[in-house]
């Protein structure tokens, strides 16, 4: 098949995340079938990965080209003057189409869309729904659209737990127009894909008349294998990006509510937070607290697992699945999460990863995991057997294939 894959990024380095789905998803298809990119260029994104954008746009470039046939980048508007996105932000206060759709309006990247029609794609596969419009651009042809989250419910969610009344009437309005654009655009779609049967039920509960199936995120598996004899005793580890509302969020609280609590029951017990921009109270509590480490970003985060005890994942906000419970389960680390953080992963309380909510819940799991040697292998191990079983890119991978072959009846040609 040829396939015309739209992105909201540049899928590069796949490190964590959207990077590491997007770059998967791509070089799997690509085993059987052409495959052009067109990609947004998130500055922000690059500028923490590379030295430059420019260096990285060159990087990401040669590697994606070993298996797309062709890799085109476009820099996003609103991305190109101070204080544009916040002007967006509030100019879409005025009009139905949300922000996170306007977000990535572009001329430069509709004309080059409509420049690649004639050259018969099979799928048109759109990796978010900030790209609906260049499909709409588009003459009609089998179209995929992949949901990383269901966004209206992410919205929505945040204006649920924020405190601050301006941005809970904000992400309200928008969580509102986003359920009113999925429902809208929902039809034009032959396949949705979501990454777990729980987003899969929450699109289903906005849009019901349409096909959705689970993609759900992955692991490489060579990459992120476990490796005894490394572990510090007592040692917990945090991996995310920080700039990321619910991995910040997330911390905040942990530091706030749990760390001290902890400190009392295990005076030696020590932790790695490892993600780029971190925020100043992580960075203030490392200055004065020698056992709390906080490394930023790394080019190989395995190392830092490999040395941990327990890996711990307080994340009670956000959508779809966390890859970085993935890499945890498959180095065969024993985690303590929040319910939240394991959504839309096949993960049992008790077999998998213990669970905790409340800042004492957390103490008494994390406790336990650090206290019983045996009761970490065994979780490590159950996590382990369950990527490897459910979770290899490989083969999700081939269930992708499976669903484009469907929605193209010549595709065997």
């Known amino acids: 098949m040829k396939i015309l894959w739209l992105s ?79 002007a967006l932000a509030l100019a879409s206060l005025a009009t139905p189409v949300p922000y996170t759709v306007n ?20 799928i048109l596969h759109a990796d978010t729904i900030s790209l609906v419009p260049y499909v709409d651009a588009l003459p009609p042809m089998p179209s995929v659209l992949d949901h990383h989250n269901i966004e209206s419910h992410m919205m929505l969610r945040r204006a649920r737990i924020d405190r601050n009344w301006l941005h809970k009437a904000y992400f309200l309005q928008e969580g509102i127009k986003l359920q009113n654009y999925e429902r809208l655009v929902g039809p034009r779609f032959g396949l949705h894909i979501t990454c777990s049967g729980l987003d899969s039920e929450r699109l289903r509960s906005v849009s019901p008349n349409i096909r959705v199936e689970e993609i759900p995120n992955g692991v490489d598996l060579d990459y992120f294998q476990p490796r005894g004899g490394e572990e510090i005793a007592n040692r917990l580890i945090f991996v995310g990006t920080l700039n990321w509302y619910p991995n910040r969020d997330a911390m905040i609280f942990f530091v706030d509510q749990v760390w001290p609590r902890l400190k009392a029951a295990i005076p030696d017990v020590s932790m790695d937070v490892v993600g780029e921009s971190p925020p100043g ?16 970003f790394v080019d190989d985060v395995r190392p830092y697992l490999h040395r941990a005890s ?14 970085k ?4 389960f ?3 680390k024993p985690m303590v999460s929040h319910p939240v953080a394991c959504e839309g992963i096949a993960a049992q309380e008790g077999r998998h990863a213990l669970f905790a909510t409340s800042p004492d819940q957390w103490v008494a799991q994390v406790s336990a995991l650090l206290g019983d040697a045996g009761l970490r292998r065994r979780i ?8 490897v ?9 081939g269930k992708l294939q499976q669903l484009y072959q469907g929605l193209v009846p010549t595709s065997g040609k």
């Open 103 to 122: 977000w990535l309006r572009s001329s430069r990247f509709r004309d080059a869309v409509l420049a690649r029609a004639p050259r018969g794609f099979d």
């Open 380 to 387: 490590g191990q159950s996590a382990r057997e369950l990527v």
């Open 325 to 328: 419970v993935l890499d945890a």
């Open 8 to 86: 909201h990024l540049v899928p590069y380095p796949p490190k964590g995340g959207v990077l590491q789905r997007s770059y998967h998803l791509l070089r799997e298809l690509a085993r059987d079938n052409e495959v052009e990119l067109m990609a947004f260029i998130q500055q922000d994104l690059m500028v923490r990965r590379f030295p430059s954008i420019e260096q990285g746009l060159r990087e990401a470039h040669i590697a994606l080209l070993e298996f797309c046939s062709g890799v085109t980048f476009f820099p996003i508007p609103s991305e190109q003057y101070r204080y544009a996105k916040q």
């Open 330 to 332: 498959a180095m065969a």
């Open 389 to 397: 079983e459910r979770y290899s890119y490989r083969a999700i991978g």
């Open 310 to 323: 327990v890996y711990v994942c307080p994340i009670s906000d956000g959508g779809g699945t966390k890859l």
């Open 281 to 296: 109270t992580l960075l203030a509590l490392a200055k004065s607290d020698p056992n709390f480490h906080v490394h930023g």
